[in-house]
């Protein structure tokens, strides 16, 4: 169970340094829109779950308030500071990175910025991959653009390395674009610097496509996903709909996490099946996927499903081979269902038209929509807020609207699933009128 001290960000030191923007914080106090700089944000969200913990105000778990501290750490006239983005490629990377370096250069008067290049790859010197400056004109324009103009990469580097570089380069404040293993990754950092003596703050902004990091609210460009993918199923029913006995089949990313599933399917209301990783199903028998998929062809001409790539793998044989960040290499669940839907219809003497669709890479890359984009703008401010005031080995997120600092040990200790007896299964059930259960 979550316990007050789980929750508390560790800083480098007191704050003495007067800040540039204390007039935005002088005179506030909390309000629905606003948390007071010696706030915090309740953990828990409901009467009930207070109450069962049983603990007195002060000793409830709670989150340290984002945003603008009226005295800061580091003297923002002689601060050095890194950008690194790792990991695969998400919309709003470009739009972090932009608004991190304005944040910085507008209004703490910050003028060097360097951004490293292909990931932690760009902190080993020996690998020759010499980091950009990352001015206002540099960054005017990225946003419009998918991707990273700093170049990503996977795997981890030698932490030792890393912070030998960090030093050499006399960087104050590193940002960390990137996954729950690029966070772990900038935790191994923080605790090296510590070890060591120096003053280098560390912190992160966190990115899953899947959205399948704990604690923050959503990851920025998960929006995004979820609406382009959202564009596919609706192009899959129009194709299933146009045939005889059309079933359309849309994979989406999502290893361990369905949310992207999810949330495309309400986005439209024209999956009739989506399959997520948290909930296991049967292709065979009579309550098994095939079945209901023919009868729902039989009832409507059309079938329409929606698959998190990372879903039914225990129908699918597995080699133990992992990628470059470890993880283990899923087998295709949708050429499976193709193959496995085919040949039911066909095993019958029905004919069947199949559309399979495959836009994961495609939505990895697009720009950020528009209400990402403020996301992401707001993410990364909150970020250079807590840097410049000292804080390190943590990152931002949004707790029910309310921007809060979570130490990196914390959203790394367990992945973000889709609860089957949450509420938003729920409504992916009512949405699609998919069996309950199909095993």
Not at 88 to 111: F, Q, S, T
Not at 397 to 413: A, D, E, K, N, Q
Request: charged share 20%; net charge negative.
């Amino acid at each position: 169970m979550v316990t007050l001290a789980d929750l508390q960000v560790r800083s480098l030191g007191p704050c003495t340094v007067p800040s540039p923007l204390s007039h935005y914080v002088g005179g506030r106090a909390t309000n629905e829109y606003y948390v007071g700089e010696d706030d915090r944000v309740l953990f828990d969200d409901t009467v009930e779950l207070i109450q069962r913990r049983g603990l007195p105000l002060e000793e409830l778990p709670t989150f340290e308030t984002g945003g603008p501290r009226a005295q800061l750490f580091f003297d923002p006239g002689s601060v050095r500071v890194g950008v690194v983005t790792c990991g695969g490629l998400c919309p709003g990377l470009n739009d972090v990175i932009r608004a991190i370096v304005m944040e910085l250069h507008e209004h703490y008067g910050v003028r060097d910025v360097v951004g490293f290049r292909n990931g932690y790859a760009g902190l080993v010197p020996g690998l020759g991959l010499e980091p950009v400056a990352l001015t206002p004109d540099f960054v005017a324009n990225i946003h419009e653009r998918g991707g990273t103009v700093l170049g990503s990469s996977r795997g981890a580097q030698d932490v030792g390395v890393v912070v030998d570089t960090l030093q050499a380069r006399g960087i104050d404040i590193l940002f960390v674009i990137g996954g729950d293993g690029s966070m772990r990754g900038a935790h191994r950092i923080a605790e090296e610097a510590t070890a060591r003596g120096a003053d280098i703050a560390v912190v992160g902004v966190p990115k899953t496509i899947d959205n399948d990091i704990p604690h923050i609210g959503q990851s920025f460009g998960f929006q995004t996903a979820y609406s382009r993918a959202a564009q596919s199923i609706k192009a899959a029913k129009i194709e299933a709909e146009a045939s005889l006995n059309g079933v359309g089949l849309v994979k989406v990313m999502g290893r361990h996490a369905g949310f992207i599933a999810c949330y495309s399917a309400l986005a439209g209301h024209d999956a009739d099946f989506v399959l997520i990783p948290e909930v296991p199903f049967a292709l065979d028998g009579d309550n098994g996927l095939l079945e209901h998929v023919r009868r729902k062809v039989a009832a409507q001409g059309h079938a329409v499903l929606v698959v998190a790539e990372g879903a039914g793998q225990e129908h699918l044989p597995h080699d133990g081979a992992t990628d470059a960040s470890g993880n283990a290499r899923l087998a295709d669940i949708g050429r499976l269902l193709r193959e496995r839907i085919t040949d039911d219809f066909t095993s019958r003497g029905e004919e069947v038209l199949f559309r399979y669709f495959d836009p994961g890479y495609f939505i990895r890359s697009v720009p950020a929509e528009p209400s990402d984009s403020v996301y992401c703008s707001r993410l990364a401010q909150t970020a250079v807020h807590a840097a410049m005031a000292g804080r390190t080995d943590m990152v931002v997120g949004r707790r029910r609207h309310r921007f809060v600092h979570v130490p990196i040990s914390y959203v790394t200790h367990r992945p973000h699933h889709v609860s089957p007896d949450g509420d938003l299964w729920l409504s992916v059930l009512e949405s699609t009128a998919q069996p309950f259960d199909m095993r």
